[in-house]
């Protein structure tokens, strides 16, 4: 990557020496809000690794035109594969999160309705606006340096998303009365993935803690402070980087 160089997803094909159009909200970023110009130069990234030098042809209204330049097997993921299942949130505290998190290295989020979720979502008004965080995703990868953009799933209930099987999986939640910390787990083994579990204002309901449990979710705290559902989660996946992951 370029020193300083713009970084934007272009979900295209991206072959050295090849010209191409910016997708639309790139090229619009590009051209009206950052103003380059004809010769500046560009990194470009496709969602499935490395990234690409590419400098500027050509800006009309909505439109820049670039010739791309070397492929670069650049990679920073975290070598935790960390899901993220977060209760939906209040204003616009779900897209801070979002972004967040991707910054924070998780490799997918799932957002979920809890009981004590204030917003409500469902039908095409779910399908907006998880559709809207895998934009405000990708726009943290092109900020972080990241190659590869997380998943972001629809939302689904939590009691429905608990219900699905699943093996294999280190599962933790955020109880601020647990006995377990970080630091007393054994650490994940080699390729194993996480699910790091956050409830929605209030926490999550006792029943839900209850089938959580069930579902072999592990009850941790990150010290004597309740914290909100805002802080959290940010704060358990930079404790779990710090522990287990690329922090160190």
């Not at 370029?2 to 790139?26: I, K, Q, S, T, W």
């Not at 579902?215 to 996946?237: H, I, K, N, Q, Y």
Request: charged share 25%; with cysteine.
């Amino acid at each position: 990557m370029r020193m300083n160089a713009p970084r934007f997803f272009c979900p295209l094909p991206l072959v050295e020496g090849a010209a191409l159009d910016l997708p639309e909200d790139a090229a619009r970023h590009a051209g009206r809000v950052l103003r380059l110009r004809a010769g500046d130069a560009l990194t470009l990234f496709d969602g499935r690794g490395g990234e690409v030098d590419a400098v500027i042809d050509a800006v009309a209204r909505d439109c820049v035109s670039v010739r791309l330049g070397a492929r670069h097997a650049v990679e920073r993921e975290s070598p935790l594969a960390i899901t993220l299942v977060q209760a939906l949130q209040t204003g616009d505290k779900m897209d801070a999160t979002v972004q967040k998190a991707v910054e924070l290295g998780v490799s997918r989020i799932v957002p979920v309705v809890s009981r004590r979720s204030v917003l409500r979502l469902d039908g095409e008004r779910a399908r907006r606006r998880a559709a809207h965080w895998r934009g405000v995703a990708v726009a943290a990868c092109e900020q972080c340096g990241r190659n590869r953009v997380p998943e972001i799933e629809e939302i689904v209930a939590l009691d429905r998303w608990l219900a699905q099987p699943v093996s294999g999986v280190r599962r933790l939640m955020l109880v601020p009365e647990a006995e377990a910390v970080l630091l007393t787990l054994a650490p994940p083994t080699p390729g194993q993935a996480i699910e790091l579990l956050i409830g929605a204002e209030g926490g999550l309901a006792p029943e839900e803690t209850a089938l959580a449990t069930s579902a072999g979710f592990c009850g941790v705290r990150l010290g004597p402070r309740v914290l909100r559902t805002e802080t959290a989660g940010m704060a358990a996946l930079a404790a779990i980087q710090a522990v287990w992951g690329d922090f160190a």
